[in-house]
């Protein structure tokens, strides 16, 4: 997949305060949060979309708690749009879909979290709706006690559903058309 920075949005999902103060920590965290920034550095320098993606429930991501906010390391711009949704999917129920038509989006590059949970439910309906996705396979995680478990079982089985699997590095060396 070339990477078209008009017909390109790369979802930024729920990386929320809540999901980072968990009794157990988000798997690699550093990690994943260093990959986060270089994709969202590497989109803004190359004018590659970006929709940060917003989880509200009624635990820790109730909407207008400190939880629900973003991760004070991803902070929208001005320019950038922010997608709220209350279920897994950030297409289910939202506006996202009517947003990336508008912009003429062709391609999705997906990352944060939860592997299993929103990140894995957005992927599914992305593909299914007809877009060219692509999971950066270092950038999502979870606070699950077999995190690792579940982003390698999950790499799997979304390739076999015809998602392209990248790394961070793989992509932020990549030419933008």
Excluded at 126 to 136: E, N, S, T
Aim: with cysteine.
């Amino acid at each position: 997949m070339n990477l078209n920075a008009k017909n390109t949005a790369i979802l930024v999902i729920d990386v929320q305060k809540g999901l980072f103060k968990q009794k157990k920590p988000v798997y690699n965290e550093k990690r994943l949060l260093i990959n986060i920034l270089q994709i969202i550095n590497f989109a803004r320098g190359n004018g590659i979309h970006l929709i940060f993606v917003q989880h509200a429930n009624k635990g820790i991501l109730k909407k207008g708690s400190l939880g629900w906010e973003l991760h004070p390391h991803i902070e929208p711009l001005h320019n950038e749009d922010v997608v709220q949704k209350n279920n897994a999917s950030a297409f289910n129920d939202t506006n996202l879909h009517i947003l990336l038509d508008k912009k003429g989006i062709k391609q999705l590059i997906l990352l944060g979290m939860t592997t299993h949970g929103c990140v894995k439910a957005t992927c599914l309906d992305a593909i299914k709706i007809g877009y060219d996705v692509m999971l950066v396979e270092d950038a999502h995680s979870s606070f699950s006690k077999n995190a690792s478990e579940l982003i390698n079982e999950w790499n799997r089985k979304l390739s076999e559903k015809g998602i392209i699997l990248k790394s961070c590095s793989e992509i932020v060396t990549r030419k933008v058309y």
